[in-house]
């Protein structure tokens, strides 16, 4: 839960006046321009309507350099503090400091849209499977020279391409599936998953009756892999589900290979992962088929110095797609098996969503079968 927007609703939940973040580019893998980027411009959120949990009257951003010069103001070590904060007992230390803040806003209201295709199913049309990716990315940056538009080609470009070719492949199919299959492109993931929010409190398919989440976000274009990375690898039995279907493809399940930087706290398939609902985050590895792992690393290493949140994430043609290819018919038939095989995965016994999927067998087990979804406008 290290994620800046859970940072700033457990300090609002706290009573805190403001908050800044210290941002830690090992912690969490981009460096300080990403954070500039994102929060130059217009920065979004949902009404109070939409979202009541307590809000900051003012939040921020602090660099490394920034945040131990004011600490070593007040008499204080950063480096010493921070490893005392990662034990347990450790008691908030008084900073002699003040921030004194004039924040002039202009506040609009303004309309983004989440995108939806249902496939109702025949037999039962209000069970459903949902394949989602965000299609939003971070416009344009008016004080930028040159080039500034934020394509997003990979991020998440290549995911909406992806559920358009697993829609396909579903609906060109000669047997209609048996469950529904729900396609949702969501808007506003980098503003902190508002569309994905917005849906969970106004779902197209009750949650209950919703039987998996499969997100598809940043999918790698370096070809073939030998592994398939899970991002929350044994969160949810969605994994036994995947890991035949690699095995046939000659390819293993593997963790991400950073989990400290929280990637599954960082797409849209978290929103349903707090509701309950079992979510599966996963596209192809690092290890590629001809060149290795050290080529995988390098080349995820690079996007994420060289294009991540950057206007240079573009398309470029000498992208090895195959890979992304496999990825798709995977999670593909993965869809398509739990379609057909009246399964009702879970989380795994310790996971902290597992409660709220429990809850939420119950009360499908209360409610009529059956009942053709309602559409939400």
């Known amino acids: 839960y290290g994620r800046w927007t859970y940072k700033y609703e457990e300090a609002a939940r706290q009573g805190a006046a403001a908050a800044l973040i210290i941002h830690d580019i090992d912690g969490a893998g981009y460096g300080w321009e990403v954070v500039a980027n994102g929060a130059t411009g217009p920065q979004f959120d949902l009404p109070a309507s939409e979202d009541t949990a307590p809000r900051l009257p003012a939040s921020g951003w602090l660099t490394q350099d920034a945040a131990k010069a004011l600490f070593e103001r007040a008499g204080l070590d950063l480096d010493t503090l921070r490893a005392a904060a990662n034990k347990p007992g450790f008691v908030p230390v008084p900073l002699d400091s003040r921030l004194s803040v004039t924040l002039n806003n202009t506040i609009s209201r303004g309309e983004s849209r989440n995108v939806l295709g249902l496939l109702p199913g025949t037999a039962h049309p209000d069970e459903a499977i949902v394949y989602m990716a965000h299609w939003d990315h971070l416009g344009t940056r008016t004080d930028m020279v040159g080039d500034n538009i934020f394509n997003g080609a990979s991020d998440n470009a290549t995911g909406v391409a992806g559920i358009l070719e697993i829609a396909e492949r579903f609906v060109t199919r000669e047997a209609k599936p048996q469950r529904s299959v729900l396609f949702v492109g969501v808007t506003l993931e980098e503003s902190g998953l508002l569309g994905s929010k917005y849906y969970v409190a106004h779902p197209t398919i009750a949650l209950e009756k919703t039987v998996a989440v499969v997100n598809l976000d940043n999918l790698p274009a370096i070809g073939r892999s030998r592994d398939f990375t899970v991002v929350g690898l044994g969160n949810s039995e969605l994994d036994d589900v995947l890991r035949p279907i690699a095995e046939r493809q000659a390819r293993i399940l593997r ?123």
Do not use: C, I
Request: charged share 25%.
């Open 255 to 377: 963790p991400e290979s950073a989990p400290e930087k929280g990637f599954f706290f960082r797409s849209d398939h978290f929103s349903f992962a707090k509701a309950g609902v079992p979510a599966l985050y996963a596209k192809g590895g690092v290890d590629h088929f001809e060149k290795g792992e050290e080529y995988g690393l390098q080349a995820m290493s690079d996007y994420v110095s060289q294009r991540y949140h950057k206007p240079s994430d573009e398309y470029d043609s000498s992208w090895d797609m195959s890979g992304m290819v496999e990825d798709l018919l995977a999670l593909y038939s993965l869809g398509h098996q739990l379609t057909e095989s009246g399964q009702w995965p879970n989380w795994t016994e310790g996971n902290a969503f597992k409660a709220a999927r429990d809850a939420s067998a119950a009360a499908r087990s209360s409610t009529p079968s059956d009942t053709p979804p309602t559409a939400q406008p």
